[in-house]
T-cell receptor
Framework: EPEVTQTPSHQVTQMGQEVILRCVPI?????FYWYRQILGQKVEFLVS????????KSEIFDDQFSVERPDGSNFTLKIRSTKLEDSAMYFC???????????FGSGTRLTVV | EDKVVQSPLSLVVHEGDTVTLNCSYE??????LLWYKQEKKAPTFLFML????IEKKSGRLSSILDKKELFSILNITATQTGDSAVYLC????????????FGKGTKLSVKP
């Protein structure tokens, strides 16, 4: 069964450092998303990406965040200057069409120290 | 305020029991309601509900949506230890590209 692959599975970074979280969506999917889940809290939408541009973003997705699809297969989330409160599990997801449920990746646990 | 409220927040049952998980919401104009199972990491898709009163079924799991009363339920019959997980309800609400609003989840523990 096709999978959404995320790397790394766990990243520890110092506050103020830049991090790039990587995702390889399912190959024929057209819609791409990033969500995050702070430990013990609910899954929260960050950003959606379609047709090579951001289509929606939440208030969490401020200027510190950016997304790219650099080569047609990878989908990355960059956090420019990490804060302690960015510590969370970050999930990438992709979908073929709406309104079908997406496929989530297994997540990257980001720990900012 | 929370637009999607799940109850109970946690539940402990024994193998063989039947459980009903609840999801109520405040939004009236949404495209679909989805249920996910989250074991250790990624939520995995269970059901998508768009129409009121039509039960979706997959093995021992079933779900139904009531758009008039603004809730959905997820039933699991003859529970097994492998059903232990957090069950998430989410709304495909607003936006143009399907961003989801999640509830906090119900943590189900099935004891042998």
């Amino acid at each position: 069964e096709p999978e959404v692959t995320q790397t790394p599975s766990h990243q520890v970074t110092q506050m103020g450092q830049e991090v790039i979280l990587r995702c390889v969506p399912i190959s024929n999917h057209l819609y791409f998303y990033w969500y995050r889940q702070i430990l013990g809290q609910k899954v929260e939408f960050l950003v959606s990406f379609y047709n090579n541009e951001i289509s929606e973003k939440s208030e969490i997705f401020d200027d510190q965040f950016s997304v790219e699809r650099p080569d047609g297969s990878n989908f990355t989330l960059k956090i420019r200057s990490t804060k302690l409160e960015d510590s969370a599990m970050y999930f990438c997801a992709s979908g073929m069409t709406r309104p079908y449920g997406y496929t989530f990746g297994s997540g990257t646990r980001l720990t900012v120290v | 305020e929370d637009k999607v409220v799940q109850s109970p927040l946690s539940l402990v049952v024994h193998e063989g029991d039947t459980v009903t998980l609840n999801c109520s919401y405040e939004v009236t104009n949404f495209r679909s309601l989805l249920w996910y199972k989250q074991e250790k990491k990624a939520p995995t898709f269970l059901f998508m509900l768009t129409s009121s009163g039509i039960e979706k079924k997959s093995g021992r799991l079933s779900s139904i949506l009531d758009k008039k009363e603004l809730f959905s339920i997820l039933n699991i019959t003859a529970t097994q230890t492998g059903d232990s997980a957090v069950y998430l309800c989410a709304l495909d609400y607003g936006g143009s590209q399907g961003n989801l609003i999640f509830g906090k989840g119900t943590k189900l523990s099935v004891k042998p």
